[in-house]
Structure formats: structure tokens, C-alpha cells
DNA sequence: CTAAAAAAAGATAAAAAAGTCTTTATATCT
DNA sequence: AGATATAAAGACTTTTTTATCTTTTTTTAG
């Protein structure tokens, strides 16, 4: 759902350059995967205005010039919630600093990483390659 | 499912020193988990290996000294598959050094640390903080 | 040799996640 | 104002994952 989501995030802010919207279809037909639910994932996105949309003819989803700053750690967060950024790496609740899981210190060096990396991959950036196909969202 | 499996076996590993054999009933509560669905876990692992089983009275699962040696990584590779350490982080199937999606270069970095880590993580050496409850493995 | 203890295997059930279909609301254009 | 295009919402279905229950097989102890 997660990967769904960012795949269209960006497919989203290729194409809608200059507040050009991009319909659901064409969306879904980008970065080939299900229409419905890849509406729904965006329609929770659109809620907490990562991404903006419009009813009706010519309508379709767009990013604004903030929300191009937002990055896939926002997106994760709305998705999935924050557990990847907080949870235990074996899974446990009561696992903290203080009363640690075996791999916890290993672990949260990793977790800071990933957290780093999606939080520095803003959706603004990346449209360019995208466009010179030196990157791609079809799976 | 996963987190399950190296719980358990940290859990054999720490309580079947010398050869001495841990019953599925004690490994379920010791990691406050189901018992039949950790035992199906380890009945998996036990077949490649990882882990060694006997049954019938005073039977039970336990670590030879070969198998103190495996990692994590080992664990995750028979329960999850290799994914994790090869899988993109977009999701996609035709996703390669070639033909990369937008953070695969990333992404490879993040993936060869969890992998390091892992690696690094043999069952053997975590007896000792579990035993004096510097970590611990319930949820 | 028998009884009991334990893992192994198989069948079933429950819950969660992913995906689809249908209807509704809203905006745009003529 | 009416027709149409589009996202939004909701109901439903399917698939996958997780968990449980039952039966079988193996091993050991007596």
C-alpha cells in the first residue's frame, strides 16, 4: 500500500507540472497498478492535504507547491503509520533504551537511516529524472 | 511471523546450553507467543537445519554447535525469503542497477546495513545479556 | 511391550490486508 | 439548468497472513 502510494506521489508531481491535474486513470495506468485502490490510498492523502484534488471534468489530483516539499517519510507516516520509524525490530512493546530487545541498539542506527533517507526524498526532486526515464514507477 | 522465529531461537539458544532440550510449551511462554504457530516456525527451521528437534519424552528443540553459528539473516532468509535483502524499495520487479527506480541507490545502502547487521547477528553470542537480563524477549 | 510425552503434520478458523464494484457528491462546460 | 466527468465514499469480495484445533508419528521410560 505504502509502495502504491509513494509510486503515485510521484507519479503525480512528474505530471502535474504548473497545477495540471492528472485523473485517477492515468494514474493508476502510470505506475500500473489498481485503480480503485490506489483512489482510495490518494483520498487519504488528499484528507491530510499531501496532495490536493478536484472534482468534475478537468479535475484530478495535482500537487501544490507545498505539498511537492513533503517527503516520503510524511507518506509513510499517513500510510503506514509511524511504527517503522518507532516499533522494535523484533517487535515488542515494552522494548526501550532502558529495557532493550537483543538487536535494539543495532537496530536503531538502521531505523534512523531509513527514517534520514525517506525524510530527505522530497516528492519535488525527483520528477526530473523521471522525465529524462532515467528512473522509473512501472513495476 | 519472522519476529517470532528469532525470538524463539534466542530463546533456545540462551536456555539449551549443553545439549539440555526446551519443550515448544516453555519457548511459547518464554517469548509470550502462540504456541502452535511458533512451533510450526521452528518445525520449519528444524528442517533446514537451523534448529534440532527430538521427540517423545524429554524431547524438545535445542541449538548444536554448528547452528549457535547462524544469524539472524539465516532466520529471515528461510522464513521471509531473500526480499528483504534484495527486494526494491519501491516494489518493483524490474527494478535494477540498470533501470533503477527513484531511490534504488538508496535504498541499496539501507539494505546492505540490514543486511551487515543481520549477518552480524549470530545466535550464539546473545545468551549471555538474555541470562543477565540486560535484554530480554517478551513482548 | 505399553503408556505417555513430545514434536510433526494436517485441517480449520479468524483476522487483516488487498482489491473490486457500486453509488454518491461535486465541479465544469455547454 | 442539465449533462457529463471526475473524485469520494461505502459495501463487498478475495487473498493472504496469522492463529488454533485435531490427529498422527516418534521416542523414551517403565
Do not use: W
Amino acid at each position: 500500500t505504502c509502495e502504491y502510494a509513494i509510486r503515485a506521489m510521484l507519479f503525480i508531481a512528474q505530471k502535474s507540472k504548473d497545477g495540471e491535474r492528472v485523473g485517477i486513470k492515468e494514474i493508476a495506468k502510470g505506475i500500473d497498478s489498481p485503480e480503485h485502490f490506489v483512489a482510495k490510498i490518494l483520498q487519504d492523502l488528499s484528507r491530510k492535504n499531501l496532495v490536493q484534488s478536484v472534482k468534475g471534468p478537468n479535475g484530478g489530483f495535482y500537487h501544490d507547491k507545498t505539498s511537492l516539499k513533503y517527503s516520503m517519510a510524511d507518506i509513510v507516516k499517513i500510510v503506514d503509520g509511524d511504527k517503522i520509524f518507532e516499533g522494535c525490530g523484533l517487535g515488542l512493546r515494552q522494548c526501550s533504551e532502558t529495557h532493550p530487545c537483543p538487536i535494539h541498539h543495532e537496530f536503531k542506527k538502521i531505523r534512523r537511516d531509513i527514517k534520514r533517507m525517506l525524510e530527505n526524498a522530497k516528492l519535488g526532486t525527483f520528477s526530473e529524472e523521471l522525465e529524462k526515464q532515467l528512473t522509473f514507477l512501472k513495476r
